[in-house]
């Protein structure tokens, strides 16, 4: 798992600033909440995230503008991978406010965290595969097929005209809003006080253009010391959840916690030994990470795509590259402000409830921050 969201509770975010024949939906007009999801609506807390952003320059401050535009594209694209239709007609032809938000976080009628079971009349089951693939497609069709970038991360899988399948790259399928992105990633790259973030942008404007993110991913690597970061492309692979081969896409707008990251540093120093550490066999531990890994507290500004679809994440590992893992490491991200709203509107009614009352004070959000940094410590080593 390259990402970490709290299994047990649900939080909604704001801040600041299959392919499966049985899915061709006949979409009702005006689609309206089934009967069993009445009780759903409410599973989601309303939280506002805060950052400070008293240390950061005017052009850092300029350019988080610019990163939250690209991010909306980002979701525009994102709501496409997992919906297909047109979300604003579909978000119009919801008439219950209540609902129609409901539809919002979920990206489509289907309710993520109940198994993907539709929520409004007029849907089927969501497609195992998103809209990666043709809904008429089986996987035996697929299996036997024979066409370029079949098994592709970052390529949809339509028909031609004769009815074979074929792939195409997200590049070209969606050229217009990739362009955009790319564009604005290079004008933030000109606003950037730190050259390594300036070099990281740029690169990852010209992964967007042409597929192709393992420089860009190298990049981000090496940046050490920016206060912004922004961790956006097509990325994670949940939501082909037919094969698992293609990416969707995904935005943070982070700003880094200086305090936090620097409480830290003593862990990621440890990686390695952890590494030699491990009480199995050394057949198991012939792959030897990159030592150039880092372990930092952020604060998240902003959301878009598969991140902020459903519960929203609290803990990044990237990147999912191995050849960057072996090479370099991985960069493991502490969504601190993410982490607190769900500790305190999550954790502690829960613990409340099955905690007795002399052990409650146990139940610290330096635990429960602890808890999930060693999940992502564990991952890579």
Same mark, same amino acid.
């Given at each position: 798992?390259?990402?970490?969201?709290?299994?047990?509770?649900?939080?909604?975010?704001?801040?600041?600033?299959?392919?499966?024949?049985?899915?061709?939906?006949?979409?009702?007009?005006?689609?309206?909440?089934?009967?069993?999801?009445?009780?759903?609506?409410?599973?989601?807390?309303?939280?506002?995230?805060?950052?400070?952003?008293?240390?950061?320059?005017?052009?850092?401050?300029?350019?988080?503008?610019?990163?939250?535009?690209?991010?909306?594209?980002? &979701?525009?694209? *994102?709501?496409?991978?997992?919906?297909?239709? /047109?979300?604003?007609? *579909?978000?119009?032809?919801?008439?219950?406010?209540?609902?129609?938000?409901?539809?919002?976080?979920?990206?489509?009628?289907?309710?993520?965290? &109940?198994?993907?079971?539709?929520?409004?009349?007029?849907?089927?089951?969501? #497609?195992?595969?998103?809209?990666?693939?043709?809904?008429?497609?089986?996987?035996?069709?697929?299996?036997?097929?024979?066409?370029?970038?079949?098994?592709?991360?970052?390529?949809?899988?339509?028909?031609?005209?004769?009815?074979?399948?074929?792939?195409?790259?997200?590049?070209?399928?969606?050229?217009?809003?990739?362009?955009?992105?790319?564009?604005?990633?290079?004008?933030?790259?000109?606003?950037?006080?730190?050259?390594?973030? #300036?070099?990281?942008?740029?690169?990852?404007?010209? #992964?967007?253009?042409? &597929? /192709?993110?393992?420089?860009?991913?190298?990049?981000?690597?090496?940046?050490?010391?920016?206060?912004? /970061?922004?961790?956006?492309?097509?990325?994670?692979?949940?939501?082909?959840?037919?094969?698992?081969?293609?990416? #969707?896409?995904?935005?943070?707008?982070?700003?880094?916690?200086?305090?936090?990251?620097?409480?830290?540093?003593?862990?990621?120093?440890?990686?390695?030994?952890?590494?030699?550490?491990?009480?199995?066999?050394?057949?198991?531990?012939?792959?030897?990470?990159?030592?150039?890994?880092?372990?930092?507290?952020?604060?998240?500004?902003?959301?878009?795509?598969?991140?902020?679809?459903?519960?929203?994440?609290?803990?990044?590992?990237?990147?999912? &590259?191995?050849?960057?893992?072996?090479?370099?490491?991985?960069?493991?991200?502490?969504?601190?402000?993410?982490?607190?709203?769900?500790?305190?509107?999550?954790?502690?009614?829960?613990?409340?409830?099955?905690?007795?009352?002399?052990?409650?004070?146990?139940?610290?959000?330096?635990?429960?921050?602890?808890?999930?940094?060693?999940?992502?410590?564990?991952?890579?080593?």
């Amino acid at each position: 798992m390259k990402l970490t969201k709290l299994a047990t509770g649900l939080l909604l975010a704001t801040s600041l600033l299959s392919a499966c024949s049985e899915n061709n939906n006949t979409q009702n007009p005006t689609p309206t909440l089934l009967v069993e999801a009445q009780n759903r609506l409410d599973i989601y807390k309303p939280v506002t995230l805060t950052a400070d952003l008293s240390h950061l320059s005017e052009n850092q401050k300029e350019m988080i503008v610019l990163l939250i535009e690209a991010s909306d594209i980002i &979701d525009e694209l *994102f709501w496409q991978q997992a919906f297909g239709e /047109d979300k604003e007609t *579909f978000l119009a032809s919801i008439k219950d406010e209540k609902v129609r938000e409901f539809a919002r976080i979920n990206y489509g009628p289907w309710d993520r965290l &109940d198994g993907d079971k539709p929520f409004l009349s007029g849907y089927n089951a969501k #497609a195992s595969g998103a809209e990666f693939y043709p809904s008429d497609m089986t996987k035996d069709e697929f299996e036997k097929a024979d066409f370029e970038d079949k098994k592709g991360l970052y390529s949809v899988v339509q028909r031609k005209s004769e009815g074979q399948l074929t792939s195409v790259a997200f590049s070209e399928l969606y050229s217009d809003r990739i362009n955009r992105i790319a564009a604005i990633l290079d004008k933030a790259s000109s606003l950037a006080d730190d050259k390594e973030f #300036a070099n990281y942008l740029t690169l990852r404007a010209a #992964a967007i253009r042409h &597929d /192709d993110f393992q420089a860009s991913d190298f990049a981000w690597m090496d940046m050490k010391n920016n206060p912004i /970061d922004v961790v956006i492309g097509p990325i994670e692979n949940y939501e082909d959840q037919l094969y698992g081969y293609r990416t #969707a896409f995904e935005s943070y707008v982070l700003i880094k916690d200086l305090a936090w990251s620097k409480k830290l540093a003593k862990y990621a120093e440890y990686l390695p030994e952890l590494q030699k550490g491990l009480p199995v066999k050394k057949a198991y531990k012939k792959e030897v990470p990159g030592s150039d890994a880092d372990l930092n507290a952020y604060d998240v500004i902003y959301y878009a795509g598969h991140s902020n679809a459903g519960s929203k994440t609290i803990a990044i590992n990237l990147p999912n &590259d191995e050849t960057v893992q072996l090479t370099k490491g991985t960069r493991r991200l502490q969504l601190k402000n993410a982490m607190q709203a769900k500790f305190d509107t999550i954790m502690l009614p829960i613990a409340s409830t099955l905690i007795v009352p002399e052990q409650r004070e146990n139940v610290t959000f330096t635990a429960f921050f602890a808890n999930t940094m060693f999940h992502e410590v564990a991952q890579n080593t």
